[in-house]
C-alpha cells in the first residue's frame, strides 16, 4: 500500500502578512517535492469537518468566535502572532479536514498511513485560545475523532515540534486514552514542558532538551519517547511533524540535520508496529527554514513510505 499526502491549495491563501515566518511558500515547497514521488503517493483532498467534531476539543464559543473572526479584507490578531486574512477561514477547516480525511483514509485502507501538508497548524492552540500561529488544534481533534468515532482508547500523540504542544497537553493532560510525548527546546516558547508536568494519569512524557542539542544527544534522549511507546502500547499514532528543531531553522537553536527526521521517524514506527498495525497519521506543524522543511519532511516520509 502507498502513503497518503492529505493537502489542498486553500492552504496557500492563508496569508499572515510579509515576513511572517508561517508562510504559504512552507506547504508550497513541502508539496512540490513530494510530486517527484508521485507513484509512491495517493493524493487526497480534505473533508468538510462536521463541526461536532471541533466540539470535543475546542469549546461552542470558542468554534463559533473562530468562524466570525476571519476578516472580509486585511488582517485581524487573535493573538499577537497569530493572524488571520480572508482566505484563512478555509484554509483554517481544511487543516482540521486533513487529519479526519488522513484517518479515514488510514482507516479504510486506501493508504497505508498518511501525511499531512497543512498551515495552519495546531499544537499551540488550547481548548479556548489561538496562539503561537496556531488556531485549531488539529491533531488533538484528530485523537479525538479517534476516539469518537472509532473507539479507540489508546493513542499516541509524538511531537517532535522544537516547541512545546501546550495546546495538545491541555486538552489531553486529563484523558487517559491520549498519551502525549513531547520533545522540545527548554526553556523557550510557549514555557510550558517541563518534565513536571505528567498528565493525570501518566500520560504526559515532556523531554526538555537545552539550546544546542545536537543530533546524538536528541537521538539519546529519544530513547526514553520508544521506552514509553513500548510501555503503552499505542492502537494508533499521530506525530505533531514539526520540522524546526532542524539546526538552519531561524526560530529555535536546536542542531538537528534533514536525515535526523529519517531516524526520528524509523525508530518509532519500529517501536510500535506490534501495537498499532502501521496505522499512523502525520500532521505538518513547524519549521520556517523553506530548504530545511523540503529536506525534512522528504526524510520523514520516506520513513513513512518504508513502513
Ligand atoms: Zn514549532
Same mark, same amino acid.
Given at each position: ?27 508550497? =515547497? ?75 483514509? =488510514? ?201
Amino acid at each position: 500500500m502507498k502513503t497518503g499526502i492529505i493537502t489542498t491549495d486553500s492552504f496557500v491563501n492563508h496569508n499572515t502578512g510579509l515576513g511572517h515566518p508561517e508562510r504559504a511558500d512552507r506547504v508550497s =515547497v513541502i508539496v512540490e517535492n513530494l510530486k517527484k514521488f508521485e507513484k509512491k503517493l495517493i493524493w487526497k483532498k480534505p473533508t468538510t469537518v462536521d463541526k461536532k467534531f471541533l466540539r470535543i476539543t475546542h469549546s461552542s464559543n470558542y468554534v463559533n468566535m473562530i468562524e466570525n473572526s476571519f476578516p472580509e479584507k486585511g488582517f485581524s490578531y487573535l493573538d499577537g502572532d497569530t493572524v488571520v486574512s480572508p482566505g484563512s477561514k478555509k484554509a483554517t477547516f481544511d487543516a482540521v479536514g486533513s487529519i479526519i480525511s488522513a484517518i479515514d483514509g =488510514v482507516i479504510n485502507k486506501d493508504f497505508k498511513n498518511a501525511f499531512c501538508a497543512v498551515r495552519p497548524p495546531g499544537h499551540h492552540s488550547e481548548q479556548e485560545k489561538a496562539m503561537g500561529f496556531c488556531i485549531f488544534n488539529n491533531i488533538a481533534v484528530g485523537a479525538n475523532y479517534l476516539i469518537s468515532k472509532y473507539k479507540y482508547k489508546k493513542i499516541a500523540i509524538i511531537d517532535f515540534d522544537v516547541h512545546h504542544g501546550n495546546g495538545t497537553q491541555d486538552i489531553f493532560f486529563n484523558n487517559e486514552k491520549v498519551l502525549y510525548i513531547s520533545t522540545h527546546q527548554y526553556p523557550y516558547y510557549p514555557g510550558s514542558g517541563s518534565y513536571k508536568e505528567k498528565g493525570k494519569y501518566n500520560n504526559v512524557l515532556n523531554i526538555p532538551l537545552p539550546a544546542g542539542t545536537n543530533s546524538n544527544e536528541y537521538l539519546d534522549a529519544y530513547e526514553h519517547v520508544l521506552k514509553k511507546l513500548k510501555e503503552y502500547k499505542p492502537e494508533f499514532v499521530l506525530f505533531s511533524a514539526g520540522f524546526d528543531a532542524h539546526k538552519d531553522d531561524p526560530l529555535a537553536q536546536l542542531q538537528l540535520t534533514s536525515k535526523d527526521y529519517y531516524k526520528i521517524t524509523k525508530r518509532t514506527l519500529d517501536s510500535v508496529k506490534n501495537y498499532c498495525d502501521g496505522k499512523v497519521v502525520s500532521i505538518l506543524e513547524g519549521g520556517y527554514d523553506l530548504n530545511a522543511l523540503k529536506e525534512s519532511s522528504q526524510y520523514h516520509i520516506n520513513a513513512l513510505l518504508e513502513f
